[in-house]
């Protein structure tokens, strides 16, 4: 079979295309990682928690969330067979009806720019509320939502097949209903494991599902109201349970005990 002249063209330009993209790859480098290899209670060189209900008068953390966050404890948060697990049980636990945890890696994994890639299965179920997200180590432009938020995945239980990427600045955020992200249809959330990943510059940030791009925020150089990710962030990762979001259609309490499991946690710059 000949070849055309447009067919060799193009075929070189697609050459091109993959040994740009190799060479791009080749020059990120591993910074921080947790592979989650030693069952037990999570590695406390890399992650604490938050604790508790949140708030100074227990608000569910500011989104009147029903859960209480505990601290190594092994039924909320721990590594087994090579997986994080943050699991989500009905029962009392202190002035809550739930327990659930919230793993941080502040000032244990800080990160100005980079690709963050967590690979994870999702728990299921009305009022589960899980979330794979970033936030401000110092909060140098002010509280939130100035200093900014980054939810690199969302989920509500009660819209089983959408996953939501969505950024929260002082000029764009929820309250004034100017935030600024998107969804996308996915058959198997929460029985599979997909790769929820940035990749943040200090141009834009783009959100990836399994290495696709599904949603973009871009820097309109107007300041840190549009724009504050050019400070430090850290990892959250956590299981709530109602709230005003997840909860918005109830709890049903026959789905417990949930599990969100994460396979690794890998940064690269």
């Known amino acids: 079979m000949k070849t055309s002249t447009l067919q060799v063209l193009l075929l070189l330009l697609l050459g091109v295309g993959v040994t740009a993209n190799a060479q791009v790859q080749k020059k990120r480098k591993l910074v921080w990682s947790d592979e989650f290899t030693t069952n037990g209670l999570p590695d406390s060189t890399k992650w604490s928690y938050d604790i508790g209900r949140g708030c100074p008068n227990n608000c569910g953390w500011g989104n009147n969330e029903l859960q209480y966050y505990t601290k190594e404890r092994k039924e909320n948060a721990r590594v087994e067979n090579g997986k994080l697990i943050i699991e989500a049980h009905k029962e009392k636990m202190e002035d809550a009806n739930y327990s659930s945890a919230r793993l941080v890696s502040k000032n244990k994994g800080d990160w100005k720019y980079g690709r963050i890639e967590i690979k994870a299965k999702l728990p299921a179920g009305k009022g589960i509320w899980p979330a794979i997200w970033m936030l401000p180590t110092k909060w140098e432009y002010g509280g939130w939502p100035h200093s900014g938020e980054i939810d690199i995945m969302e989920y509500v239980g009660y819209l089983p097949d959408s996953l939501f990427a969505t950024v ?45 791009e599904y949603h973009r925020f871009v820097n309109n150089k107007s300041g840190s109201e549009a724009w504050p990710f050019d400070k430090q962030f850290h990892l959250l990762l956590n299981v709530a349970v109602g709230g005003n979001w997840g909860g918005k259609f109830g709890v049903d309490d026959a789905i417990f005990s949930q599990r969100m499991e994460i396979d690794y946690v890998r940064v690269y710059q």
């Open 168 to 212: 929260h600045t002082g000029a764009f955020n929820h309250v004034k209903g100017t935030q600024v992200g998107s969804s996308i249809l996915v058959k198997d959330l929460s029985t599979a494991f997909h790769v929820y990943a940035i990749d943040w510059s200090a141009d834009k940030i783009i959100f990836l599902l399994d290495g696709k």
